[in-house]
């Protein structure tokens, strides 16, 4: 069995099982006037949002760390984990006692594939070595691990519930034909064509890739992780601070809806235009909540320096930025400082009110910057249950 002659067909498999061989990219695309009004729409929210790097390295490097997390919980949760921003912040404080192979972890390791994939565009281009290494770390030590990590699936798999194949929703093509497709994808991403956009360009590329479903595990993170390094590798936004998940969580049964119609209609305008209205509407969010996370900061440091005079201090407010969830021992060790001094310094964070001690069990105390927490819960909002005025 070959390409040719099958793309956009139903291919019988065993049992009598009719997989999909996904359709090359578009030739040509209906640009309606919807869908031309949205392509602007995105480009200048993204603009936006890629302004705030002249808010200055600093503080952007700041809100990627936060925004990095936002996702991976979101993105994660898509795929049925049940773990919560705060329960992941505070797992992260003491890392020692995140159990192995559970929920959090499976969000831990998003974060890791996505900073190794944003370190690797500076050697790697977007390809099917990165993708690989993407795959490999997200699914490190967790359930999917069983699944050949790194590598192609070499068996059928269909998307639905487990052993109904009868009932399946997509059924994805046959193993054999992956490499091909998936070489294919490869050449699409790596063109550049100036006709495109490359927000319709990573519309396409995410729907090519969940319809061809690569791996056994892990496709559709791998998926949305690929859109954010797209942007990033393409120059659309300096630092990746633009994030889809809370948009298609919120949206879940249109998204895959959306999908499902390029598979059965090839409506790639339809999937393309809600696409691109997500880049609008987070981007907008991005640029509402950096703010106000940026505005947070400084009323904290002002705090600080008008009642102590302490460089420690102001780099463990930025610490708090990166997690609101702090212990003595480890912001001792950040610090470079002693136990008793970072003990010191937390404890005239708790006298300004910035920080407080969470009750808990257990032989390490446990501190959180409230107010900080609940921005940050509140960017994981779904996008229209909030204000993104500014």
Not at 111 to 116: N, P, R
Not at 121 to 147: A, D
Not at 259 to 268: C, E, F, H, I, Q
Not at 327 to 353: F, N
């Amino acid at each position: 069995m070959t390409l040719m002659g099958l793309r956009g067909q139903q291919v019988e498999i065993q049992g009598g099982h009719q997989a999909f061989v996904p359709p090359p990219p578009p030739a040509k695309l209906d640009y309606t006037d919807r869908l031309v009004a949205l392509l602007g729409e995105a480009s200048r929210a993204l603009g936006r949002l890629d302004g705030l790097a002249r808010l200055g390295p600093l503080n952007v490097r700041l809100l990627v760390a936060p925004y990095m997390r936002i996702e991976a919980v979101l993105s994660s949760r898509i795929e049925g984990t049940r773990t919560s921003l705060d329960e992941l912040l505070a797992a992260e404080a003491e890392p020692t006692r995140i159990p192995e192979g559970g929920d959090v972890r499976e969000v831990q390791n998003y974060i890791v594939a996505l900073e190794h994939g944003l370190q690797r565009l500076s050697t790697l281009p977007i390809s099917l070595r990165l993708v690989r290494e993407l795959h490999e770390l997200l699914l490190r030590g967790v359930r999917g691990e069983k699944h050949t990590p790194g590598m192609f699936r070499t068996g059928q798999v269909y998307i639905g519930a487990p052993g109904q194949m009868d009932r399946a929703v997509y059924i994805p093509p046959p193993p054999n034909l992956v490499p091909d497709l998936m070489s294919e994808w490869e050449q699409y991403v790596a063109e550049t064509p100036e006709t495109l956009s490359v927000l319709i360009k990573s519309a396409v590329m995410h729907y090519q890739f969940e319809a061809i479903h690569p791996f056994f595990d892990g496709n559709g993170r791998v998926g949305r992780l690929l859109i954010i390094l797209l942007l990033c590798e393409r120059g659309v936004l300096s630092y990746p601070l633009l994030y889809l998940s809370a948009y298609l969580e919120d949206r879940r049964q249109e998204y895959y809806a959306r999908l499902n119609a390029v598979t059965r209609d090839s409506d790639w305008t339809g999937w393309i235009e809600f696409f691109l209205h997500g880049v609008a509407t987070q981007a907008d969010q991005a640029v509402a909540f950096c703010r106000r996370l940026l505005e947070l900061r400084d009323q904290m440091r002002e705090l600080v320096q008008g009642r102590m005079r302490s460089a420690n201090a102001l780099t463990l407010i930025d610490m708090l930025f990166a997690n609101p969830y702090l212990t003595v021992p480890r912001a001792a060790d950040r610090l470079g400082i002693a136990r008793a001094s970072a003990r010191g310094l937390v404890g005239s964070l708790i006298d300004l009110g910035i920080v407080q001690e969470v009750p808990r069990e257990g032989r390490t105390k446990l501190y959180c910057a409230p107010r900080l927490l609940r921005a940050l819960e509140e960017a994981a909002e779904p996008p229209d249950r909030i204000d993104t005025r500014y």
